[in-house]
């Protein structure tokens, strides 16, 4: 109790209150425009959080989290575009609301429903995650291992239309990880003669560069294309019959967010269609869904929100990403040589109720900002590509440079840019290569160490049961498009038979 207390005097102090806010500002910003995620939103203000302590720092990524996935409702219901991928179902009503001169009544609806799965998925965040953290206690390395290797696969095999493309696109990233100096031994390896390459490749410069830079180049390509701003906005806040009606709808968009968001690799945009699928069954009796029905929006909204603190739950006890913002988090805390995952509770328990406190804060601001300030952020929609494009790209070099002063490093950025754009030219999921780059040192550190254990045997792993348990599911995921095809393929041979 008195350390939550100190915790809420911490995050009350000004200086928190102003990074979060101006962190939610920028994620809003970010969100609203089409094409700038919550995950590329984060790896650009990585090089900012890695000067503040750690605290602060994950304050401002927290502010920018919460913001930007709120944000994108506000391109999707003003132009029929989604600012962010898990805003996809909220334009199917919003946009009709906007036609109809509606467009200030689904944007406070979007705000409040956001505010409300935010909310519902924190205290679950706030209640779940130690009760996870005090379980995983007893992992040792051979279930750290086996964890790593699990998060790697699942997320590979979920985010990519092709599992192989996504598990090449994994091990690629691992392979980035094993340039520098051996984690045990402490020799340079792969290197290639660069002695700016004996320290590893620096993690901000290949995050900025494969979120932002990746982005520029992906933008630039659609700088031509303009879209039409719906001008006129009525009233922001929604009527009391409104909110009683969008009320149950909130309520079950947020709890069918959190839980799809605990689930590794799920993430906003299957949250968000199970919620409006959800809701469409149960109270479309009209069938008004998707010509401008204000629970559509509260559904969608109240999902892809809620997977927020959802998807924090399995990155702080266990050190595996709900999702591609949360794999970017990940980075933040190596970079600040804190390590997800139990123990975490135990050697920063100060930190972890920080992320508490800051994450309800910033929803709050979220409510807030979003409320006041929603005629104003229609107007970041109006920036021409051409002035946004640059502008983006500088940030990219200047934060890159930043972390070591190194020429290298914006090298590093660029390379990583290029690459990640061929990657989604070719259906290779980029959020693959980061996990893998991320999670291969601490699969690489936890294998090595278990094999120290069984006194240089690999089998020693395969003593502890839960180590087990989670390859054998790791196998599963693997292997599943082979077991679906061999389960169809038996029953229509037996239906012949027939």
């Known amino acids: 109790m008195e350390t939550i207390f100190r915790c809420l005097q911490e995050a009350f102090q000004l200086q928190n209150i102003l990074i979060i806010t101006g962190g939610t500002i920028l994620g809003i910003i970010c969100g609203a425009i089409p094409g700038l995620t919550a995950t590329m939103s984060i790896a650009l203000i990585l090089p900012i959080t890695y000067v503040l302590p750690a605290d602060l720092g994950m304050a401002a990524i927290l502010g920018v989290f919460v913001g930007a996935t709120y944000g994108g409702s506000i391109s999707s219901i003003l132009i029929n575009i989604p600012g962010t991928p898990a805003s996809m179902m909220t334009g199917m ?3 009709p609301m906007a036609q109809k001169g ?3 009544t689904a944007l406070g609806i979007a705000t409040i429903s956001s505010f409300i799965g935010g909310v519902l998925s924190g205290l679950v965040l706030i209640f779940v995650a130690p009760k996870l953290g005090s379980v995983a206690l007893e992992f040792g390395p051979a279930e750290y291992f086996a964890v790593g290797v699990f998060s790697l696969s699942l997320i590979a095999g979920i985010v990519g239309k092709n599992i192989y493309k996504g598990l090449a696109a994994g091990l690629i990233g691992v392979c980035f990880n094993l340039a520098g100096s051996d984690p045990v031994t402490g020799v340079a390896r792969y290197a290639f003669g660069n002695v700016s390459m004996t320290g590893g490749l620096t993690l901000v410069p290949m995050l900025v560069g494969l979120f932002g830079f990746r982005e520029v180049l992906k933008q630039a390509e659609s700088a031509h294309l303009s879209y039409e701003v719906v001008k006129q906005v009525n009233k922001i806040l929604p009527s009391r019959t409104q909110m009683l009606r969008i009320l149950p709808t ?3 968009g947020g709890i069918i967010g959190t839980f799809v968001g605990i689930l590794p690799g799920a993430g906003g945009p299957i949250a968000s269609f199970l919620a409006y699928d959800t809701e469409k069954r149960l109270v479309d009796k009209e069938k008004t869904f998707g010509t401008g029905d204000i629970r559509g929006v509260a559904a969608s909204e109240s999902a892809n929100n809620g997977t927020n603190g959802g998807a924090l739950v399995p990155l702080l006890t266990l050190g595996v990403p709900g999702d591609g913002a949360t794999a970017v988090m990940l980075g933040a805390f190596m970079m600040n040589n804190i390590t997800p995952g139990p123990i975490l509770f135990v050697n920063h328990a100060d930190l972890v109720n920080s992320i508490y406190t800051n994450y309800m804060i910033a929803a709050v601001l979220m409510l807030v900002l979003g409320l006041l300030a929603a005629r104003l952020f229609m107007k970041v929609i109006r920036v021409p590509q ?7 790209a500088v940030l990219c070099v200047i934060g890159s440079y930043s972390v070591k002063r190194s020429i290298f490093d914006v090298g590093t950025m660029i390379f ?9 030219k070719r259906g290779f999921p980029v959020i693959a290569t980061v996990l893998g780059t991320v999670l291969g040192g601490l699969i690489e550190r936890n294998y090595r160490s278990a094999v120290q254990l069984g006194k240089g045997s690999f089998l020693f ?10 390859l054998l599911l790791t196998a599963i995921m693997l292997f599943w498009p082979v077991i679906r095809y061999g389960v169809t393929a038996w029953r229509q041979r037996a239906l012949q038979n027939k």
Do not use: C, Q, W
């Not at 792993?461 to 348990?469: D, G």
């Open 93 to 95: 009503d919003g946009y």
């Open 250 to 252: 909130t309520i079950r």
């Open 102 to 104: 509606e467009a200030g």
């Open 416 to 424: 990583m840019g290029i690459l990640g754009y061929i990657f989604d």
């Open 461 to 470: 792993i395969f003593t502890k049961p839960i180590a087990v348990a989670i």
């Open 386 to 392: 051409n002035v946004l494009i640059p502008i983006i």
